[in-house]
């Protein structure tokens, strides 16, 4: 097969072709460090983002607001890290991580103490919304696009470790905001989030630099990818997945209590479902470097379908718990598994804007996932229905991945590519 050099490092629309680095570059403890820095970043900025089920009580209180008012602040912020993947994922790509994240930790950090000084929920919209959603957008697709740069070997491995910064994000995030919160109250927790946030993420984007010049096989272009066939089942599967992955972290607690559990345990469940994800990122990673990432990509969607119904039968807190960990494990696995697929699909050439793109479907599914099932739950009186039809919606987004087998590059069906 002819192969090609991609300029990873050329600058402009013009740039100058770069001599093939040595393999001496790729796996090695440099490149370790890009997997280090991605991991920070990601524990910073999801763990802040995912910590604002602890500021909507108070929050909620403070402003007189409804919870559908008060959720919307959630909302908009994750649909602001979705749309922009693509801009940023184009931006690291065509002028550098560092720059990017850089920007991110600026936006972030000013966002969250605009947000501290608010008198009006809806002015939270845009001081939390665009400043977390920007600093999630600067830093999640520009660094895994990065980890996945640095890497040939253990590419696999490499991402799962990284992208696991967004499961101890969640665990510690919350947890982190509520002790804070009881003894400062939220306003100056934001500010200290704000703070201890830019101060990371500038490290990080120190730290971080562009991957190698890759020597890839011949792939298509940009625009070809985004218009394949394969593309467009890894977007329509992770529509549909994304749907429902966001349910449990609004319903699951109250689920729980509703059913006799108390306010701590059904708290706990969430931070659960973050362990699990752990587990999933960081174990079907490496499991990915020997056996085949389409496959193992697959198996996680099927093994979050599955959960579903655990949750559908479940009858005890016993149970619950059995859903969080088995439904964590199988949405670790897809976030981790998302990246090494792109790369196996499509290369590392462009790979962050190609996988920013992919990623515009989680905002989709977090506008619309929760409100439709809050709607069910409100007109129907029962969790089993609205629980159901997230179970038939999972089993959709697992069928639309069964034909992507047959889209794998040949010459990497049974060894990794090295690109």
């Not at 999933?280 to 990673?285: A, V």
């Not at 009186?381 to 179970?391: E, F, K, Q, V």
Request: charged share 10%; hydrophobic share 55%; with cysteine.
């Amino acid at each position: 097969m002819r192969a090609n050099i991609t300029d990873a490092g050329a600058s402009g629309a013009g740039g100058s072709r770069e001599p093939i680095p040595s393999l001496e570059l790729f796996d090695s403890p440099r490149a370790w460090r890009m997997v280090a820095a991605a991991f920070v970043a990601m524990c910073a900025v999801y763990g802040v983002a995912y910590s604002f089920g602890a500021f909507f009580k108070p929050m909620a209180a403070e402003f007189g607001a409804r919870r559908s008012a008060t959720s919307a602040v959630f909302s908009i912020t994750v649909l602001v890290w979705c749309v922009l993947g693509p801009i940023t994922g184009h931006l690291s790509d065509r002028f550098g991580p560092r720059i990017v994240v850089a920007t991110g930790a600026v936006v972030m950090g000013l966002g969250l103490a605009l947000t501290s000084m608010i008198d009006r929920l809806w002015i939270g919209y845009i001081t939390y919304g665009l400043g977390v959603g920007v600093g999630v957008a600067c830093a999640y697709v520009p660094m895994v696009a990065v980890v996945g740069g640095w890497f040939l070997r253990r590419r696999n491995t490499a991402l799962g470790i990284a992208v696991a910064g967004i499961g101890f994000g969640t665990i510690f995030g919350a947890p982190i905001a509520a002790a804070l919160i009881a003894h400062l109250g939220w306003r100056a927790t934001y500010v200290v989030f704000a703070i201890a946030t830019a101060a990371i993420l500038i490290g990080c984007a120190f730290i971080v630099e562009r991957p190698p010049v890759h020597v890839t096989p011949s792939r298509v272009r940009l625009s070809e990818a985004l218009r394949s066939p394969a593309f467009g089942f890894l977007y329509a599967s992770s529509v549909t997945v994304s749907i429902v992955i966001f349910v449990p972290f609004v319903y699951l607690p109250s689920f729980a209590r509703d059913r006799g559990a108390s306010e701590f345990a059904s708290a706990a469940l969430v931070g659960i479902i973050g362990g699990a994800s752990v587990v999933g990122r960081m174990g079907l990673g490496s499991m990915a470097d020997r056996a085949g990432v389409v496959r193992l990509y697959q198996a996680s969607f099927l093994v979050l379908a599955l959960s579903y119904g655990i949750w559908l039968a479940a009858a005890s807190y016993t149970m619950l718990i059995v859903f969080a960990l088995v439904m964590g494990a199988g949405y670790g696995g897809y976030v981790a598994l998302s990246p090494a697929v792109i790369a196996h699909l499509f290369g590392t050439n462009r790979m962050g804007t190609v996988l920013g793109a992919l990623y515009t479907s989680g905002g989709i599914g977090a506008m619309v996932g929760p409100p439709i099932v809050g709607l069910i739950i409100d007109h129907t009186g029962s969790y089993r229905i609205a629980i159901a039809c997230a179970l038939a919606v999972a089993i959709a987004s697992f069928a639309l991945l069964i034909p992507l087998s047959r889209y794998e590059p040949a010459a990497t069906k049974s060894s990794p590519v090295l690109d």
